[in-house]
């Protein structure tokens, strides 16, 4: 029997729909959430997610900014901007796409971001947080996206072997933290492989809940994948196709026709996790408005 396709798409505009009535509500008690994204260069995948940051926040009602300096702007103009909306009241989540240019550190970039305006959860002290389980650091979009799609299409994580490919801080680290957390969307017993993981298709086999986030077009193959299994696709690929107007097309990092023949669901490229992460940013933004209310 083919996978049950989870459409982060439907989730993500469901979640959306749930989040109005809490940001009008915000509103009239005089506070509207507000996000500003902060982009340094122009690297065009990081122009087209900024792009859509800013669309997201306007058609659910929030204010959003967005800053875009030049490729070689330095790291004390990019901090200036950091501190000058740290200080903004009408701007209560912050982030900075990843990744800086090379002449910037990146640790020191994420350190600047007010603590409780850092949404995107990279701040060390949020960090530690979610790594420690409490419920009050900010969740790192694309991991808490991959959660609630579990949790909303009735996937059981609590005693499920986990299997996560990639070790990013972006992703795979802040996954394993989520699904360690005990209670719903946790309770998972854990793995994470990453690039030096010896016999990855062995690992991955006994995987109830096989996560993929490592940047490589198709690396995950039927025979990786244990029947039955739910496969949960973090990647985004650029591959070469003649026929699209653009010259590319975007898959994932799992052959999604062979391995849709034998998991029990399985997520899409795209309209999967990419249209979660961005809802999942605005939940964060709006639970960083709400300390501002009296
Ligand atoms: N680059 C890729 N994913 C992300 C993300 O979730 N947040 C930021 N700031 N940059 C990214």
Known sequence: MPAKI?????????MRE?????????????????LAVVLVGEDPASQVYVRMKGKACEAV????????????????ELLAVIDRLNNDAAIHGILCQLPV????EEAAVLRAI??????????????????????????????YGVQQMLIRSGVDTRGA??????????????MASLLLQRGEGG?????????????????????DILIVAIGKADLVTRDMVKPGAVVIDVGVNRVDDPSKEKGYRLVGDVAFDEVSEVAAAITPVPGGVG????????????????????
Not at 6 to 14: L, M
Not at 101 to 104: A, G, L, V
Not at 161 to 174: H, K, L, M
């Open 6 to 14: 989870i459409s982060g798409k439907a989730i993500a505009q469901e």
């Open 18 to 34: 749930e989040l109005r009535p809490e940001i009008e509500t915000l509103k009239a008690k005089g506070v509207t959430p507000g």
């Open 61 to 76: 009602g929030m204010h959003s900014e967005t800053v875009v300096l030049p490729a070689a702007a330095t790291q004390d």
């Open 101 to 104: 240019p090379d002449h910037i």
């Open 114 to 143: 007010r603590v409780e305006k850092d949404v995107d959860g990279f701040h060390p002290e949020n960090v530690g947080k979610v790594a420690s389980g409490d419920p009050a650091g900010f969740r790192p979009a694309t991991p």
């Open 161 to 174: 072997n986990a299997v996560i490919v990639g070790r990013s801080n972006i992703v795979g680290r802040p």
């Open 187 to 207: 309770d998972a017993t854990v793995t994470v492989c990453h690039s030096r993981t010896k016999d990855l298709g062995a690992v991955t086999r006994e995987a």
């Open 275 to 294: 249209p979660m992460t961005i809802t999942m940013l605005l939940y964060n933004t709006v639970q960083a408005a709400r300390q501002w209310v009296l």
